[in-house]
């Protein structure tokens, strides 16, 4: 079958590799759809250590089943589908416990760093446990549903910050106006967040943010950006503050426009280590959580966009063939302006 192989760091080329063979419990599928995720893209220069080539990357995807296993229940070839892009185990104790991101034995499709490696789907089949896998609502696109992922990680953050104290007529501020952070800035207008802010470096994405829901907005570039956001939330800050970016002046930005005793979200994982103000986290009694992928979010998710609640077709720059993938790598690289997300068919 054909694929997109990263052979070196920034090096992608199309190949032929073997059809992936599958157990009794698993599907094959036929990709017809694949986003091409942040996290690729920083992952494409060797960077983040998580795309060690030889990789197929590509783990927000959508396709039709092609093959069965022996003991596969509840689908059936020509059944159109995505998944989950965490392969979680179903057995150690984290998984009983319904923590399925925190799987003892998480593997990541599309990942290679250096504990696993698992192609993933810029191929033309993908082999997945049945356990991951969704059927698709008849009215959403094989391209729209490869952005469930996306979705499921602003819905899954969300969430988080709901069981830490609850959401509902809070304000809050979302740093970082990415594909990521445009998402949570819907989720939280969908789950009646008050006073909604947005910053960011890109005003073109901060426009889109005022689309989606956001009453106000602000690039961090500018002066008086951190007084301006307290002066509208009483002087005090927000009461829940979700960094989207993962970047030292990022966190910092999040941490400063936070009021006392509230809660920060960390969802960006840009960079493996940054500082941090520790005085001011203890002192004003912040909370940090972390959020990692998404934990059974996946079917409110595909309703939330069916239905219309969450848009995703706003933020589709351009569809492509697998073959122009390497094309398309090096713009997203290179931060084209206006691109946000883009699909390639395999």
């Not at 399925?100 to 033309?124: K, M, T």
Request: glycine share 12%; aromatic share 4%; proline share 3%.
């Amino acid at each position: 079958m054909k694929a997109l192989l990263l052979s070196g760091k920034k090096q992608l080329e199309m190949t032929q590799i073997p059809v992936p063979e599958i157990g009794g419990e698993d599907l094959l599928v036929r990709v017809a759809a694949c986003g091409i995720c942040g996290s690729d893209v920083h992952g494409y220069d060797g960077s983040t250590g998580r795309r060690i080539p030889p990789i197929v990357m590509g783990h927000e995807a959508a396709g039709v089943i092609e093959e069965v296993g022996g003991e596969v229940r509840g689908f059936a070839k020509g059944d159109r589908i995505t998944f989950d892009s965490t392969v979680y185990c179903g057995k150690c104790g984290f998984c009983r416990a319904g923590k399925i991101n925190l799987c003892d034995n998480r593997r990541v499709l599309g990942v290679s760093c250096g504990d696993y490696r698992r192609n993933g789907c810029f191929a033309e089949f993908v082999s997945i446990p049945q356990h991951i896998a969704y059927k698709l609502p008849d009215d959403l696109s094989f391209e729209h549903a490869a952005m469930v992922e996306a979705v499921s990680i602003a819905v899954h953050a969300v969430g988080r910050a709901a069981q830490a104290g609850g959401v509902l007529g809070s304000s809050a501020v979302v740093v970082g106006a990415g594909m990521i952070g445009q998402l949570i800035v819907q989720t939280l207008r969908t789950a009646g967040c008050g006073e909604l802010i947005a910053v960011d470096l890109d005003d073109a994405r901060l426009a889109v943010a005022r689309k989606f829901g956001a009453d106000h907005t602000f690039n961090a570039k500018a002066s008086g950006a951190v007084e301006q956001i307290k002066a509208l939330t009483q002087g005090h800050g927000a009461e829940i503050v979700f960094e989207a970016v993962g970047s030292g002046p990022s966190i910092e930005m999040a941490i400063n426009v936070a009021r006392k005793g509230s809660r920060i979200i960390l969802v960006g994982n840009l960079s493996p280590k940054v500082e941090m103000p520790l005085q001011a986290i203890v002192t004003r009694e912040l909370t940090l959580l972390g959020t990692c992928a998404s934990c059974g979010e996946y079917p409110a998710c595909l309703e939330l966009m069916s239905r219309g609640k969450i848009d995703v077709r706003s933020l589709l720059s351009a569809t492509a063939p697998l073959e122009q993938g390497a094309q398309w790598f090096e713009r997203l690289y290179n931060h084209e302006a206006g691109l946000m997300k883009v699909i390639l068919r395999p």
